[in-house]
């Protein structure tokens, strides 16, 4: 994932949650939401993907979704992922949430739901990489269980022509007796 730093969240955001989070409305990506998904990854990303890259995304099937706010906030796009399953490894690709709303529990949100379609799919884990300096999003990902596996040298395009390093992470997903029977063959 192309990624960005910016100031951790204030410790106390979590008991100051927006309404809003809690009524996310999620839909699958479409291609009449790439200008505004790619508005938002300029706006998030030194090294932001491209609209040609989304577009790219949607036409191979991934698994990418938008979350909007609710109607009455406007049903703007607050934010959206993107996944691509690699036999029983779901990568995700790109997770971003608008600027204007980050450090305000919608990541959270985005990764429940990540989760949520890794587990449906029968996937044994999550992978991704970030930024070594990307150390919000470092944070991010610890608290949410996922462990550095690798890295990955010179993934990144970085300033002046340099590159980056990517650090390879995974979440394990733990199976619910619905996953396990798919994952074993015994499922509908
Ligand atoms: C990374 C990103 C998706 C996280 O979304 P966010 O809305 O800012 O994150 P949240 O406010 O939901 O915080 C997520 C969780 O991490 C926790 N967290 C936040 N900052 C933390 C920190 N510094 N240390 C430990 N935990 C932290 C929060 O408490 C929250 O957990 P909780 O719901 O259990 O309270 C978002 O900041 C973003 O889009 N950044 C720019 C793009 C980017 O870098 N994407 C990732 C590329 S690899």
Redesign the pocket.
């Known amino acids: 994932?192309?990624?960005?730093l910016?100031p951790?969240?204030s410790a106390s955001?979590?008991a100051s949650r927006p309404e809003s989070e809690a009524s996310l409305q999620f839909s699958a990506m479409r291609v009449a939401d790439v200008d505004v998904v790619t508005r938002i990854e300029q706006e998030?990303?030194p090294f932001p993907w491209t609209r040609g890259n989304f577009l790219d995304s949607l036409d191979s099937g991934y698994d990418a979704w938008v979350a909007r706010e609710p109607v009455v906030s406007g049903g703007r796009i607050a934010?959206y992922f993107l996944l691509m399953p690699v036999v029983d490894e779901m990568h995700l690709l790109?997770?971003?949430?608008r600027?204007d709303?980050?450090?305000?529990?919608?990541?959270?949100?985005?990764?429940d739901k990540v989760r949520d379609r890794a587990s449906a799919a029968a996937m044994t884990s999550i992978l991704?990489?970030?930024?070594p300096s990307?150390q919000?999003?470092l944070?991010?990902?610890?608290?949410?269980g996922f462990v550095q596996i690798g890295v990955r040298k010179h993934y990144y395009p970085a300033a002046a022509g340099s590159r980056e390093d990517a650090i390879v992470m995974r979440l394990p997903i733990v199976a619910t007796a619905a996953t396990a029977a798919t994952r074993n063959g015994d499922g509908q």
């Not at 991704?128 to 930024?131: N, T």
């Open positions: 994932m192309s990624s960005v910016r951790a969240a955001h979590a998030a990303y934010g790109n997770i971003t949430v600027p709303l980050q450090g305000q529990g919608l990541g959270s949100r985005l990764m991704l990489e970030v930024r990307n919000h999003a944070a991010v990902y610890h608290h949410f």
